[in-house]
């Protein structure tokens, strides 16, 4: 397929990023050329057909970068095929009741609104003691969040699929040729 993907993300403490990754590994897999990068590292979104948009949710809230990328590139965005996600709530369940409905910030659901995006999905984070902050460990252990890796590959790995079911009938409906 010739369709050229790309799956930014903002992270930071690694979590996200290992999604990200994990969906970039399952769209090659499915013969979409794909890029996996840091938002920072993103310079020119015409030379992609789709993106997929993630970031790590702290207090309801997307890591700045994740915002600021959002914001600056809505009108490229809204001509491009689009998926956003979120990783932040911990424990066991689905991660939508988990995070009481939250599913996207509300500071950002006019520009989601504009951009239109294919889906908007919610991850299981992971949160590991060892890496946080001072500050991250005084909120976690207040809020009394679960510790640990609750990240579920199966549905990351299904949603990136069905991703990539739609971009490679894109293709076909484009009349773009497998390589």
């Not at 690694?14 to 999604?19: M, R, S, V």
């Not at 520009?111 to 909120?139: E, S, T, Y």
């Amino acid at each position: 397929m010739d369709t050229q993907v790309l799956v930014t993300y903002a992270t930071k403490y690694g979590a996200t990023a290992e999604i990200a990754e994990k969906i970039g590994q399952v769209l090659s897999q499915a013969g979409l050329r794909t890029d996996v990068l840091p938002t920072g590292r993103v310079s020119n979104l015409s030379l992609y057909k789709a993106v997929i948009l993630g970031s790590a949710v702290y207090i309801g809230q997307w890591r700045k970068e994740a915002s600021t990328f959002l914001k600056t590139n809505e009108k490229v965005l809204a001509e491009q095929l689009v998926w956003l996600f979120s990783s932040g709530p911990t424990g066991e369940g689905n991660p939508v009741k988990l995070a009481e409905g939250w599913q996207f910030p509300k500071n950002l659901q006019y520009i989601a609104k504009n951009i239109k995006p294919r889906d908007i999905k919610l991850f299981h984070g992971n949160v590991d003691m060892k890496k946080l902050n001072f500050i991250h460990k005084f909120m976690t252990k207040k809020v009394e969040a679960p510790l640990g890796d609750f990240r579920d590959w199966d549905a990351i790995t299904s949603w990136a699929t069905a991703i990539a079911d739609v971009l490679k009938e894109a293709d076909l409906a484009s009349g773009i040729q497998s390589e």
